[in-house]
């Protein structure tokens, strides 16, 4: 095995949302299995610093690592295939260049000389574009380049990668670029010209590909990979076929059947071995063959947008695997439960996630579904703010505590049993200030979640400004809801449980994000298998009666 860091880009052309980062990790996956040191990064070219002021209609979800990087959902997808945690070298976006640029001009850095896209921004990108492989921990970094090739946006990044193959040597970087090959059914014919043009537009900004990942619905014939391979001046055997797959998860077993590995691995010089599936596979079997099923409902404000809760469904689905289970994931829009709808919407369901947000749209539904699946003895699981609502919902209607609220939906609540954490207070920049990243929790003996997690300590990554009012928390535990997880340093409840439900946990954490294939998180695969137990002892009273 060489000592230079072999570096791939992943571009992608003809439309947005074919999949590089799926393409990316499910590569990644293979050289991983075969035993080569292999990370993946992400480089956005919106002007944002990071994701954590978009909107989630505007980009999905907001992902976030141990060391408290706000980053674009696709290192979610990353650290699921391999495994690996990722960080802040993960992710970077134009912004970010931009800043680090102006700071340095600020500081004087270059001499009095006029800044300009090229070398200075150009430079900066190749430099970010290293840190991860000059760490001397990685034999292959993947770097996938978000947008389309042709955008104004990604002009900057696609120069960087031209200079870059020629600062390291043709042999140690390649370009594969994902196009789509639409299908027109109206003259029943696949069609190339798309991806022909696009690999032009790549051309025409000195970038050669040298592999060619074609999304398509239909079969590729060998015509019209020929075709592809003679007008895009790639080999043959580098034009490989994506076909849709019926679970994300396939892809990489698609990869492998089409050659990807060894075709990269070739034009690294770096040798192909036979890559060890056997875990991977051993998921897949259990994914696509489950001996029953449960329907657990997510209720949320973003729910018409999957990609708002992409690791929560990702996590059902490692979850689902390990209980050889099919979790069915029913969306509800918080904003549209009302105490009149809600055994309509809920009674069938077998457990029931109130998914993390912010701010107050479908706040009072959330809590009308905690109520509801509280005195009905249904799975509950709360997350962040899911954790919250279950702390306002039980202060109000077990409590009494009438105008019990959070300080985020009524500032001037005057029972605020969740509040702005004290360190908050002093923050008006909204950017990168949350309490984030990786934190420690310990776990109360004997309960739920000690026995989940089988330790005392755990860690666990957060995202979040408000928390549980520790003033409350006597009353709260007095009448039956307990903390069970606290950070050792602060305090903070990190978990809260009512013992006397069958299934009730709530957490401030964000358990989903560190769920991967490998490792389905435990508190994930015990709330599916108590919605299983749910499930079968709603059909035991069914038969009875």
């Known amino acids: 095995m060489t000592n230079t860091t072999k570096y791939i880009f992943v571009t992608g052309g003809v439309s947005s949302s074919l999949g590089k980062g799926i393409i990316a990790a499910s590569l990644a996956k293979l050289l991983q299995a075969q035993g080569y040191r292999v990370t993946i990064q992400k480089f956005d070219p919106y002007i944002n610093v990071d994701p954590g002021t978009l909107n989630p209609y505007e980009h999905g979800e907001c992902y976030v690592t141990e060391d408290g990087a706000e980053t674009d959902l696709d290192l979610g997808h990353y650290e699921r295939f391999l495994n690996t945690p990722t960080s802040q070298a993960n992710n970077v976006t134009t912004g970010r260049i931009y800043q680090s640029v102006i700071q340095k001009e600020r500081q004087g850095e270059f001499l009095g000389k006029t800044v300009q896209v090229i070398p200075h921004i150009t430079d900066e990108i190749k430099d970010r574009i290293q840190i991860l492989g000059n760490s001397g921990d990685f034999d292959i970094v993947i770097t996938e380049i978000g947008g389309t090739v042709g955008d104004i946006e990604s002009l900057p990044y696609i120069e960087a990668v031209r200079q870059l193959r020629w600062d390291l040597g043709q042999q140690n970087v390649i370009v594969i670029h994902l196009t789509l090959i639409p299908y027109l059914s109206a003259a029943g014919e696949l069609k190339t010209k798309p991806t022909q043009h696009s690999v032009k537009t790549l051309m025409e900004s000195g970038v050669q590909a040298d592999v060619l990942v074609c999304r398509t619905e239909h079969e590729l014939p060998y015509e019209l990979r020929r075709k592809l391979a003679l007008f895009c001046n790639v080999e043959e055997n580098a034009v490989i076929q994506s076909i849709d797959a019926s679970t994300i998860y396939d892809v990489p077993n698609f990869m492998l059947d089409e050659g990807l590995d060894k075709v990269v691995l070739k034009k690294l010089g770096l040798e192909c071995r036979t890559p060890d599936f056997k875990g991977w596979n051993a998921f897949l ?24 809760y992409k690791s929560i469904l990702e996590s059902f689905i490692h979850a689902g695997a390990e209980n050889e289970v099919k979790v069915n994931v029913e969306s509800i829009h918080s904003e549209y439960l009302n105490t009149d709808n809600i055994k309509l919407k809920l009674s069938h369901l077998d457990g029931v996630l109130v998914a993390p947000g912010f701010g107050e749209r479908g706040i009072e539904g959330k809590i009308d579904a905690v109520k509801y699946v509280r005195e009905n003895n249904i799975p509950f699981f709360g997350i962040c703010l899911g954790m919250q609502m279950a702390v306002i919902e039980f202060s109000r209607h077990v409590l009494g505590i009438a105008d019990a609220d959070s300080t ?34 310990d776990l109360k003996k004997g309960s739920k979640a000690y026995n989940i997690y089988k330790e005392e300590t755990i860690k666990e990554r957060h995202r979040h400004r408000y928390e549980f009012n520790g003033v409350y928390r006597e009353q709260i535990e007095a009448a039956g809801m307990i903390a069970t997880g606290l950070n050792p340093d602060t305090g903070l409840v990190e978990i809260i449980e009512i013992p006397e439900h069958p299934w009730f946990i709530g957490v401030q954490y964000h358990p989903e994000y560190s769920s991967t294939v490998a490792r389905p998180h435990p508190l994930f695969v015990a709330f599916v298998k108590a919605a299983l137990k749910h499930k079968t002892k709603k059909k035991g009273v069914s038969m009875a009666q």
């Open 408 to 441: 985020e939906m009524n500032p001037d609540t005057p029972n605020p049993v969740i509040d702005l954490m004290e360190e908050q207070k002093s923050i008006t920049d909204k950017g990168g200030t949350m309490r984030l990243g990786a934190w420690s929790c």
């Open 285 to 308: 079997k259990r994914h696509k063959n489950p001996k029953t099923e449960v329907n657990i409902g997510l209720i949320g404000k973003y729910v018409e947008l999957q990609d708002s």
